[in-house]
């Protein structure tokens, strides 16, 4: 650290210093336990508050900032710390818009915003800020409770319900406990059954579970329970982590239109103790606004959306490959009507070095087709190293490469048009280009 003049008048320990120098002799572990200066050596540990109490405390926080040779940083409003997603991306989400929201404070529930039903000796309470749903060990015990508003959930657009949910005894057996979304004959929900957790959706009366007990928490302790969901898909998280997703092919997966919060323990025959189930927290909220729609217009002066890949990036169109200057581009293309394989084939040149930029296919519908490229090394087709391959039934694509192979006369570069499925003539499309 270079020098650097002060003017410090009656600070405990030093006085009228002019310069002040770092000894790393008198560092350790990497903190500053000293300050040499020309009037002489200071107090080991600096007066909390003096300015060489603030030099010390700025040069740990360096020390602790780069301790692992890595630069940590935060960035906060004051309140909040700006987080990253699983695969270390910023996370930008505005607000939720909360289209439910309740607590469980008092000693009962508000009977302006929830039904409740008991059978048996079944029980709901409220205790320190839970909701209590009890069973005792008899067969037909059963409490529930229900939010009187339904929630319409706006087509196409995201609605969450979100859930702090705490299971004393996870392993009881004939006793069912759910929590989620439901009305008469519809719903969503996760389902404690015998002590099997599983994920649920109910479409007129006839349910359907998936097994994800491999996610369920046994700590004993509250964890929040999320499900995601919009009229063609639904999405369900244990603590933020996704255990298991729905994606409808046609219609809506159950009636996200009329659905109610639905909380519910009962049991299906003798249990062995009493069960319950606690909730300090349940809500549903628009989550809409958490996707951003970029648009844009292209050169026709149409108004067109960016789109994003299966793993939530952005997809960018790169401009079609050319070959650079003083290089022979090379354009290999079939289109025509194909039975059964059919390969076109290109030797590369003696002492030449193809790089192939890019595979592009397309087929008309008929039980699906491929387009493969290879390299072939010996001209045999017996030894075929696959580069790339594309998969069509009445779709085109292509995909971007940066691959290079080198002639000596017999290697050669094969395009393969394949009708999957049967024989059937069908039109096939295929081009890969480079250069050399």
Same mark, same amino acid.
């Given at each position: 650290?270079?020098? =650097?003049?002060?003017?410090?008048?009656?600070?405990?320990?030093?006085?009228?210093? %002019? *310069?002040?120098?770092?000894?790393?002799?008198?560092?350790?572990?990497?903190?500053?336990?000293?300050?040499?200066?020309?009037?002489?050596?200071?107090?080991?540990?600096?007066?909390?508050?003096?300015?060489?109490?603030?030099?010390?405390?700025?040069?740990?926080?360096?020390?602790?900032?780069?301790? %692992?040779?890595?630069?940590?940083?935060?960035?906060?409003?004051?309140?909040?710390?700006?987080?990253?997603?699983?695969?270390?991306?910023?996370?930008?989400?505005?607000?939720?818009?909360?289209?439910?929201?309740?607590?469980? =404070?008092?000693?009962?529930?508000?009977?302006?915003?929830? !039904?409740?039903?008991?059978?048996? @000796?079944?029980?709901?309470?409220?205790?320190?800020?839970?909701?209590?749903?009890?069973?005792?060990?008899? +067969?037909? +015990? @059963?409490?529930?409770?229900?939010?009187?508003?339904?929630?319409?959930?706006?087509?196409?657009?995201?609605? =969450?319900?979100?859930?702090?949910?705490?299971?004393?005894?996870?392993?009881?057996?004939?006793?069912?406990?759910?929590?989620?979304?439901?009305?008469?004959? *519809?719903?969503? $929900?996760?389902?404690?059954? @015998?002590?099997?957790?599983?994920?649920?959706?109910?479409?007129?009366?006839?349910?359907?579970?998936?097994?994800?007990?491999?996610?369920?928490?046994?700590?004993?302790?509250?964890?929040? /329970?999320?499900?995601?969901?919009?009229?063609?898909?639904?999405?369900?998280?244990?603590?933020?982590?996704?255990?298991?997703?729905?994606?409808?092919?046609?219609?809506?997966?159950?009636?996200?239109?009329?659905?109610?919060? /639905?909380?519910?323990?009962?049991?299906?025959?003798?249990?062995?103790?009493?069960?319950?189930?606690?909730?300090?927290? &349940?809500? &549903?909220?628009?989550?809409?606004?958490?996707?951003?729609?970029?648009?844009?217009?292209? %050169?026709?002066?149409?108004?067109? $959306?960016?789109?994003?890949?299966? +793993?939530?990036?952005?997809?960018?169109?790169?401009?079609?490959?050319?070959?650079?200057?003083?290089?022979?581009? &090379?354009?290999?293309?079939?289109?025509?009507?194909?039975?059964?394989?059919?390969?076109? !084939?290109?030797?590369?040149?003696?002492?030449?070095?193809?790089?192939?930029?890019?595979?592009?296919?397309?087929?008309?519908?008929?039980?699906?087709?491929?387009?493969?490229?290879?390299? !072939?090394? !010996?001209?045999?087709?017996?030894?075929?190293?696959?580069? +790339?391959?594309?998969?069509?039934?009445?779709?085109?694509?292509?995909?971007?490469?940066?691959?290079?192979?080198?002639?000596?006369?017999?290697?050669?570069?094969?395009?393969?048009?394949?009708?999957?499925?049967?024989?059937?003539?069908?039109?096939?499309?295929?081009?890969?280009?480079?250069?050399?």
């Amino acid at each position: 650290m270079g020098s =650097k003049g002060y003017f410090l008048n009656n600070e405990v320990g030093l006085r009228n210093v %002019d *310069e002040t120098r770092i000894d790393p002799a008198k560092e350790t572990n990497g903190h500053l336990e000293s300050l040499d200066t020309k009037t002489g050596e200071v107090q080991a540990t600096p007066t909390q508050h003096t300015l060489l109490g603030r030099l010390k405390d700025l040069w740990d926080k360096l020390v602790e900032l780069f301790n %692992d040779g890595t630069a940590k940083i935060k960035l906060w409003d004051g309140n909040r710390i700006v987080e990253t997603s699983l695969a270390n991306e910023l996370m930008i989400k505005p607000p939720s818009q909360p289209l439910f929201v309740a607590h469980f =404070k008092g000693t009962s529930l508000n009977a302006n915003i929830w !039904d409740e039903a008991v059978l048996g @000796s079944g029980t709901v309470s409220l205790s320190d800020g839970n909701l209590v749903l009890t069973t005792t060990t008899l +067969d037909g +015990d @059963s409490a529930h409770v229900t939010n009187k508003q339904i929630l319409n959930q706006i087509f196409s657009k995201i609605n =969450k319900f979100t859930s702090s949910i705490l299971i004393p005894d996870h392993t009881i057996a004939n006793n069912v406990r759910i929590w989620g979304l439901h009305n008469a004959t *519809e719903g969503v $929900y996760f389902k404690l059954d @015998s002590g099997i957790l599983s994920v649920c959706l109910e479409k007129n009366s006839v349910v359907t579970c998936v097994n994800i007990d491999q996610y369920k928490p046994t700590d004993g302790n509250m964890h929040k /329970y999320d499900i995601l969901y919009r009229d063609d898909l639904v999405y369900f998280y244990i603590d933020d982590i996704i255990v298991h997703n729905v994606v409808g092919v046609t219609g809506h997966l159950f009636n996200d239109e009329e659905v109610k919060v /639905y909380l519910k323990n009962y049991n299906v025959g003798t249990t062995a103790v009493e069960s319950q189930l606690l909730c300090t927290g &349940v809500g &549903v909220f628009d989550e809409s606004s958490s996707g951003t729609r970029i648009m844009g217009e292209d %050169d026709d002066g149409a108004i067109k $959306y960016v789109a994003v890949t299966q +793993d939530g990036r952005l997809k960018v169109s790169q401009e079609p490959p050319s070959a650079p200057p003083e290089t022979t581009e &090379v354009a290999i293309i079939e289109y025509n009507s194909i039975a059964g394989t059919v390969d076109t !084939d290109w030797v590369i040149p003696t002492g030449k070095t193809i790089l192939i930029q890019r595979l592009a296919g397309g087929a008309e519908p008929a039980n699906g087709s491929s387009i493969e490229l290879y390299y !072939d090394p !010996d001209g045999t087709k017996t030894n075929l190293e696959i580069i +790339d391959v594309i998969f069509s039934d009445g779709q085109s694509d292509q995909h971007v490469l940066n691959a290079t192979y080198t002639g000596d006369g017999v290697a050669q570069i094969v395009l393969r048009r394949t009708g999957l499925a049967n024989s059937s003539a069908r039109l096939v499309f295929g081009r890969w280009e480079g250069y050399y």
